[in-house]
Each structure stands twice: as structure tokens, then as C-alpha cells.
């Protein structure tokens, strides 16, 4: 049972460009979720959460966007740099101690 | 420590034997989580502590898992009889605060990769 899904596996964007990333999540007593990114031999690093009291938060170029009814969030990232390529998990919180993450999304910034 | 540290980073063993995973989390972090990630999935929750106490180990798939914090910093992931299903990414976080989790933002070790062969 995925109760966090990222269903594009990968995403490939030009720098300079937006990129959006997607995740849908199944239970609506989440309440907290969270961005992280991971590059290849490194742990996550939290990059941005939002509360769900809220549908937008924004920290420099990226932004998240919190759609409550359709149980979907989403990532913007504008412009789009070769550092970030990396994978993106999305994460949620039921307001418990732990995460539940997504499969990830490889994004890659190309010249 | 700077930040969480986790050893060994790469471990190989055989099939049937007694593995430990370390991690050292970030000093003055009472809580402690440990997270799976298989190939192409994402990190897959285990076990939390909050201070030397397990708070939460419904995550463990199975008995041959078992964690312990005894003096609330170190912790340690020991598996036994291990089984090439166990490969992975064993991943290590550490926060300040655990509830209210508004408040709580994991800081991840670099993992310990398990292969069993």
C-alpha cells in the first residue's frame, strides 16, 4: 500500500527552465510534508516542506504547491540549474514520528 | 559530530550470517531514526528512538531485526541470519525534537550499503 506516489520516474529539463515535480499521497490525515533531494552516495538533505494548513510555500526558486482536495503536492524549481540534478523524494507526516517517502523522481538539468 | 556519520558505508556479507550497522547521530539529537531503501524505492521506515527508548519499531520487518540506543546517542542496527532480500541502503537520520513533527526535520547519514550475497 503506497500511500506516497511519485509516478514519473525520472524527469529531464533544460536549465534555465522550469521543473515540476509531482507526488500524490492516499491518507488525509497527513499533515506535514516535506521536499528532500539525494544525490548519488549521499543521504537525503530536506530541501522544503509545507504544513497542511497551507497550499503554497516558497524558499528562493522553489516553491511548493499543496492541493488538499486532490491530494497532490507538487515541486516548482524555476530556473532550473545542473546542480540540481539529483533525485527528489517526497515525504509526508500523519503528525507521528516517522516519514513516509515516495519512490523518488531523477530529475536531470541539461546545458 | 557535524553531522551523521554511519559505518561501515559498504558491507558485503554471506547469506546466514549476523550483521551490525553504526550511527552516530548529531550531538544533542534526541531522536533517531533508522530507514531502508531497496533499489529504486524510496527510504522505507524501520525504527525510532526518542532518547535511549525505542518509540516506535513497527517498521522492523521481522525478528531477525533488532535495534538498540543504551546511552541515548549511538545506535546500533543489528540483523541476524541475514538474507539477500536484506540488501540495501541502511539509512540513519537524527533530529532535535521529535513530536510535534512540524518542528522536526531529519538530517540523514550517507547509509550503509548492505549486500548479501
Known amino acids: 500500500d503506497q500511500q506516497v506516489k511519485q509516478n514519473s520516474p525520472s524527469l529531464s529539463v533544460q536549465e534555465g527552465r522550469i521543473s515540476i515535480l509531482n507526488c500524490d499521497y492516499t491518507n488525509s490525515m497527513f499533515d506535514y510534508f516535506l521536499w528532500y533531494k539525494k544525490y548519488p552516495a549521499e543521504g537525503p538533505t530536506f530541501l522544503i516542506s509545507?504544513?497542511?494548513?497551507?497550499d503554497k510555500n516558497e524558499d528562493g526558486r522553489f516553491t511548493v504547491f499543496l492541493n488538499k482536495s486532490a491530494k497532490h503536492l507538487s515541486l516548482h524549481i524555476v530556473p532550473s540549474q545542473p546542480g540540481d540534478s539529483a533525485v527528489y523524494f517526497c515525504?509526508?507526516?500523519?503528525?507521528?514520528?516517522?516519514?513516509?517517502f515516495g519512490t523518488g523522481t531523477r530529475l536531470q538539468v541539461f546545458p | 559530530g557535524a553531522g551523521v556519520s554511519q559505518t561501515p558505508s559498504n558491507k558485503v556479507t554471506e547469506k546466514g550470517k549476523y550483521v551490525e550497522l553504526r550511527c552516530d547521530p548529531i550531538s544533542g539529537h534526541t531522536a533517531l531514526y533508522w530507514y531502508r531503501q531497496s533499489l529504486g524505492q524510496g527510504p522505507e521506515f524501520l525504527i525510532y528512538f526518542q532518547g535511549t527508548g525505542a518509540a516506535d519499531d513497527s517498521g522492523l520487518p521481522n525478528d531477525r531485526f533488532f535495534a538498540v540506543r543504551p546511552e541515548g546517542s549511538v545506535s546500533t542496527l543489528k540483523i541476524q541470519r541475514t538474507e539477500r532480500g536484506d540488501s540495501a541502503v541502511y539509512l540513519c537520520a537524527s533530529s532535535s525534537t521529535g513530536l510535534p513533527f512540524q518542528a522536526n526535520v531529519l538530517t540523514f547519514g550517507a547509509g550503509s550499503r548492505l549486500t548479501v550475497l
Open positions: 509545507i504544513s497542511s494548513i497551507k
Open positions: 515525504a509526508a507526516s500523519p503528525n507521528t514520528d516517522k516519514l513516509i
